[in-house]
């Protein structure tokens, strides 16, 4: 009878290894995605910096700067998320798994380019440059108008169509949830051509509600890891071998 009983609490204690460590992936990759939200500010934020003749106003910079830094935790953010997951969602295919990571890092390399073209016109602004660097200024931010749609706009639409086509053959969470994030690649493409093409400007309604199934899917899916954590009964999570 002590046998039976210690057999059972050596296999409890046994399947609680196993479950712990997929909880902490769950738990640390739900914190980062709800990170990822701190950069809403930043449109009000960069608001000045898009005024014609900012360089010639004077004023504090102090809120492009914190701008910049909000954008650089959501790029560092960004390639966490893919990197807390990578190891499990290797087991279902390595090719999605290993571009999901690619295409964070490309998101957060065009985040990065963004803050400096704006904190090189910040720079331009504190050393009083004259009309002379006007152009200079505003070829600049033009350049992060460009830079944000590419990289804010169309590579999200790409991470989301890898990561829900993973966690729809996955199971790792509700199928429902995995569709948003394929369905909402597509608006989110589309907002970025009709941006591309002059269709529809950057910070149209239309354009942010292009983006509304991305946002949703990944805010959702933050606070479902946060919560739930992955699906036990998944069958990835009894895998030991890459697919």
Do not use: W
């Amino acid at each position: 009878m002590m046998q039976n009983i210690n057999k059972q609490i050596s296999l409890a204690g046994s399947q609680e290894a196993v479950i712990s460590p997929h909880r902490k992936v769950s738990l640390t990759a739900g914190l980062f995605y709800l990170l990822t939200f701190i950069s809403i500010p930043t449109l009000s934020l960069y608001g000045p910096v898009h005024e014609p003749g900012f360089i010639l106003h004077p004023g504090g910079d102090n809120h492009i700067i914190m701008g910049g830094m909000l954008e650089i935790i959501v790029a560092l953010a960004g390639i966490a998320t893919a990197v807390v997951l990578y190891p499990i969602l290797i087991r279902q295919h390595r090719t999605f798994a290993l571009g999901l990571v690619a295409s964070r890092i490309l998101e957060a390399g065009t985040m990065f380019a963004g803050v400096a073209f704006l904190l090189t016109v910040v720079s331009l602004h504190q050393n009083g440059a004259g009309s002379e660097s006007l152009a200079t200024s505003n070829a600049f931010v033009a350049l992060y108008d460009r830079i944000f749609v590419l990289g804010q706009g169309f590579i999200p639409a790409i991470n989301d169509l890898l990561l829900g086509i993973l966690l729809y053959r996955s199971r790792l969470v509700p199928r429902s949830l995995s569709v948003i994030g394929i369905a909402g690649a597509f608006p989110l493409v589309a907002g970025y051509l009709a941006t591309v093409f002059g269709v529809i400007d950057r910070v149209s309604p239309l354009a942010g509600l292009s983006a509304v199934p991305v946002a949703v899917f990944e805010f959702s899916l933050g606070v479902y890891l946060i919560v739930k954590g992955f699906k036990p009964d998944a069958p990835l999570l009894t895998q030991t071998q890459c697919e």
